[in-house]
């Protein structure tokens, strides 16, 4: 009885409404006399209440029709203001929360070569777990758990990804403001979802355990994604980010109780993003990108940099450069990053076993795709290629691709420092939320290992 009470009250308003607006106004009154129907089947209205409806509908058409005056002006002010009130209550009760998670079974193929065991291995490479949505008006959040372990014959890993309240009330202006773990600005966008299987070297560079750090940003634009999804400057084509962070330190901790400063700046000469998605489905028009990243902290007493003498700090800088170049079905990727380290006075050691005072360490990626949609839904397949060098020398990143081939004592010298790596990538789509990604790769290493081939077919499931 309330329920139908409150449609009494609200109708007549909502008629008038719509057969006051020109798109739907005709002599018939059709669309709005289909809605009185619907409403009468359905038991909300009897044939009675459609009648009454109708006829205060008419009566307040007739009064539309006079020159408004100033306080008919103001009713519908009033009305205005009822409605989005009515709005932001319904969305207070609410709230969009949303469930979502990914699996990643993989199987792995290393060869035996050079006296050395090769790998032949299913292993979870992803078993995520995440919520994100509002907590009320403009106060988003995100959380994310993984609890998969790629090395076979181990426990599950437990490791807690993003954990992070963003407060959007000015995302017009200055932008997202964001607090707890979270991507650092240092990536400059995400990062890609699927042409790999593993991380990029050049993400792998970057500041943070899995590109992530607890503190505090301001991100405008969605260059910031998932932590921001607000539109850039000039129309999307300028986005920034800057915080504030505990610094990673080499070991990848935060035991030194010093700050990390990042900042990060993307151009968008056409006004349009290109997504995270190396395999472009779904036909989408020229967009590109370009985009540059900065993070300094400082280190100490970092036990796998072995410093001499103890107690010395490492000036800590992180540069990464990157472009995007999306048209249709093909897609073009280049990132290249840098870590510098400066131990100003002291020693430590690189990932080569070399006492230096200075470590540096960089990396290269560039990759095409093109995608094939087999049906007008979102089946469909998928082929890349992608280049990458790396030049390492921090011990906290050694050992570029090692999880391919396990961690046991025989099988550390397939992961490399320093060398080359070409993959060549086939991925087949069932539906958006399902592919299954098969890449082989040549390994080219120039520190003292030999050449190699990998294969690696990976299920993707989101849901």
Known sequence: MKLKTFMLKILPT???????LPSFADPSHAYANAVLEVLQQKGLLSQHDVVNIKQQAIQAELKAAKPTTPKTAGVKSAVKQLVAATKKNINKASPNIKLWGKLQPRYTFVPSKNGLQGTNSFTLRRARLGLNGFLADNVAFRFQYDAANEVAGLSNAQKLLDAWVSFKHFDETIGSITFGQQFVPGYTRRPHKTASVERKFSEYLSPGDTGRVRGISIRKGNMGLPESNSKGYFGNRLHYAVGLFNSPDLSLNNDNNDLMFSTAVSIRPTGVSPSDDEYQFKDRPLAYSIGAAYSASLDSVTLDTKFQPNGIDLDNQWLSVFA?????????????????????????????????????????????????????EDMGWAWGLQYQHVNNEHPSRTMFFRPLTGR???????????????????????????????????????DGGFSYPAFISQLQVAF
Request: net charge negative.
């Open 14 to 20: 909502a008629f008038l409404a719509v057969i006051s």
């Open 324 to 376: 995007d170049v999306q048209a249709h079905h093909w897609w073009l990727w280049a990132s290249w990053a840098q870590f510098k380290s400066d131990a100003q006075g002291g020693l430590a050691v690189n990932a080569q076993g070399d006492n230096t005072d200075k470590l540096s360490s960089d990396a290269f990626t560039l990759g095409l795709s093109r995608a094939y949609l087999l049906n007008s």
């Open 408 to 446: 046991s004592s025989d099988e550390l010298a397939r992961g490399m420092n320093q060398g080359n790596v070409y993959q060549t990538m086939f991925t087949w789509q069932f539906d958006k939320d399902v592919r299954l990604i098969n890449e082989l790769s040549y390994y080219e290493p120039s």
